[in-house]
């Protein structure tokens, strides 16, 4: 099933969730606009780049958090909306971005 390219949404086919269609609108759409709007995801960060999964992506808030020893990349499978808080300590960067355009810095203690 093929699903929307920012937040994961489910495309139906007509016809082709013949006696599936509740539980496929429960856990493939539902469960996706729940964190779209409302989840948060935290990820611990040290020193390495970090890749959050589709699932992950689909959360409003990513909270990042952890004593860096090097500066970190974050990408997203997801564009559109997502705030990130930046909760982490140590002297380095962290930068978030989705592979398009140049990731952005979130300075530590803010969210953006």
């Not at 969730?17 to 609108?25: A, I, M, V, Y």
């Not at 856990?27 to 999964?53: Q, W, Y």
Request: some cysteine.
């Amino acid at each position: 099933m093929s699903t929307t390219p920012n937040k994961g949404y489910i495309i139906p086919v007509t016809g082709g969730s013949t006696d599936t269609w509740g539980e496929e609108l429960r856990s493939d759409c539902f469960e996706v606009i729940d964190r779209n709007v409302g989840g948060i995801v935290t990820k611990t960060l040290s020193n390495s780049p970090v890749t959050l999964t589709a699932e992950e992506s689909q959360n409003l808030i990513v909270r990042l958090i952890g004593a860096l020893t090097g500066a970190v990349l974050v990408t997203t499978a997801c564009e559109g909306m997502t705030i990130v808080e930046n909760l982490t300590s140590g002297a380095f960067a962290v930068t978030f971005g989705n592979g398009v355009g140049s990731p952005v810095t979130i300075p530590q203690s803010t969210r953006a």
